[in-house]
């Protein structure tokens, strides 16, 4: 009888969890409608800039002004087609020979030397630049920890209840390390949802969404080639054949939108790129 009635006030403590979830922290309307999301737009930005001055702090920011404010210039471009966004962003240069991007919560958004170095022409740094910043209107790096603490708070629910240990015992571990991972991966879902937002907000900038698919390409031949250079790109962000599909499915039915004027691929500017790291 006891086991009984714990067990049915386990059920009503998770029923109520979850309904608390659902009518408070969910979205309503636009990209994010439907998310479950503990965290306001205003406390993203608040992380997002604790973690930028951090970031700043640890790596070897790249300061050539030229370069710094050319990157910028493509960054707001891309932004000012990403639609009403709570979101202002800022794009920094890393001093290293990675081929990598990443974008912290609230829009700060961090290229690696390496990438640039890399990329063949404009679109496809645009592309990089609007992939990340989908991950950002989506708010990714929230939702996950916000799904991750969701989990952790019901089983410590459960925890009580039973009896079990929980932040002290093997339950609050596993939780913790399941943060740690999930912080360093997006799910599939997250990176087709970015690649899918990076490739309408490239296009509607003017730049030709087909160079997000060639720089996939790109990538892989260079993974094949130097693993090494990329491992940690593809363990955040693995390019696969139904990634480059869905970019290439996405173009297909938006062929009006796309068609309707000349794409940039690149410009008279891009060789700032090339020219400024070489002197480096």
């Given at each position: 009888m006891r086991l009984f009635l714990r067990t049915k006030t386990i059920l009503k403590l998770s029923l109520l969890f979850i309904?608390?979830?659902?009518?408070?922290?969910c979205a309503t309307s636009g990209i994010n409608k439907g998310q479950f999301n503990l965290y306001s737009i205003g406390y993203?930005?608040?992380?997002?800039k604790q973690l930028s001055k951090e970031v700043e702090m640890e790596?070897?920011?790249l300061h050539i002004t030229t370069l710094q404010e050319y990157v910028d210039h493509i960054g707001q471009k891309l932004a000012q087609n990403v639609g009403d966004s709570p979101f202002s962003y800022s794009f920094k240069i890393i001093d290293e020979d990675e081929i990598n991007a990443?974008?912290?919560?609230?829009g700060y958004i961090f290229v690696y030397r390496g990438l640039l170095e890399n990329v063949d022409n404009e679109a496809q740094l645009a592309g990089v630049l609007a992939h990340e910043m989908g991950h950002v209107e989506a708010r990714h790096a929230t939702e996950r920890i916000s799904k991750l603490q969701g989990f952790n708070?019901?089983?410590?629910?459960?925890?009580?209840?039973?009896?079990?240990p929980s932040?002290?015992?093997s339950v609050g571990a596993a939780i913790q390390l399941g943060e740690l991972l999930a912080m360093l991966k997006y799910s599939r879902s997250q990176e087709k949802e970015a690649d899918l937002l990076g490739a309408d907000f490239m296009t509607r900038a003017g730049y030709e969404p087909k160079a997000m698919v060639d720089f996939f390409r790109k990538l892989q031949e260079i993974d094949k080639r130097k693993p090494g250079l990329i491992s940690r790109i593809f363990m955040t962000h693995p390019v696969t054949e139904d990634r480059i599909k869905t970019v290439e499915t996405w173009i297909e039915e938006h062929a009006p939108m796309v068609e309707a004027e000349e794409r940039k691929l690149t410009s008279p500017r891009f060789a700032i790129i090339s020219e400024l790291i070489t002197k480096e």
């Open positions: 309904m608390v979830c659902l009518t408070t922290s993203e930005k608040s992380i997002g790596c070897n920011i990443f974008a912290l919560p609230g708070f019901l089983l410590n629910i459960i925890a009580m209840v039973v009896h079990i932040a002290g015992g």
